[in-house]
T-cell receptor, first 114, second 105 residues
């Protein structure tokens, strides 16, 4: 089955620790995205990548880092510099960049920092 | 940036009634718009694309008004299962906060 997979579904970390969220897709999509969603809020764009080895900051990139070494993979690292990391993180991909075609989402990772 | 804005609601709708809501956008050059449905604690899923000529899928109708820069979603004959948050998104994948719909028996 083609799709986009995020792991783990739930993640707990201690304050001050870096943590990496996985996102893999086998849809052969060029573009991939990371969003953050807080309770009762919409999706806010953290980073996006339109092609391998290239990525751009979104609206709330501070305290996060990404890499795009392979077309299929777009991991997100939440660093200790992120002041309020507890949130629902969603990864998405689309055939073409910049939202000209629909995006497909992974099931999300709920990160709780204690 | 606030490229897309929605009134979060909630929109409390009696079962069987019609509900409609709008989403305004700021980038007049945007060509692509989509409506997504998001259930509680789940990922968004594509509901429908929004074409210039409008788009209808069963009980759901999406319209694009370029002059006033908004897209709309209309749900007819609301079902309990329609209770969800409906997110609009434009080019650049900027999402609105969503319209929360609660269908009441």
């Amino acid at each position: 089955d083609g799709g986009i997979t995020q792991s783990p579904k739930y993640l707990f970390r201690k304050e001050g620790q870096n943590v990496t969220l996985s996102c893999e897709q086998n849809l052969n999509h060029d573009a991939m995205y990371w969003y953050r969603q807080d309770p009762g809020q919409g999706l806010r764009l953290i980073y996006y990548s339109q092609i391998v080895n290239d990525f751009q900051k979104g609206d709330i990139a501070e305290g996060y880092s990404v890499s795009r070494e392979k077309k299929e993979s777009f991991p997100l690292t939440v660093t200790s510099a992120q002041k309020n990391p507890t949130a629902f993180y969603l990864c998405a991909s689309s055939i073409t960049p910049a939202g000209k075609t629909e995006a497909f989402f992974g099931q999300g990772t709920r990160l709780t920092v204690v | 940036r606030k490229e897309v804005e929605q009134d979060p609601g909630p929109f409390n709708v009696p079962e069987g009634a019609t509900v409609a809501f709008n989403c305004t956008y700021s980038n007049s050059a945007s060509q692509s718009f989509f409506w997504y449905r998001q259930d509680c604690r789940k990922e968004p899923k594509l509901l429908m694309s929004v074409y210039s000529s409008g788009n209808e899928d069963g009980r759901f109708t999406a319209q694009l008004n370029r002059a006033s820069q908004y897209i709309s979603l209309l749900i007819r004959d609301s079902k309990l299962s329609d209770s969800a948050t409906y997110l609009c998104v434009g080019e650049g994948l900027a999402f609105g906060k969503g319209n929360q719909v609660v269908v009441i028996p």
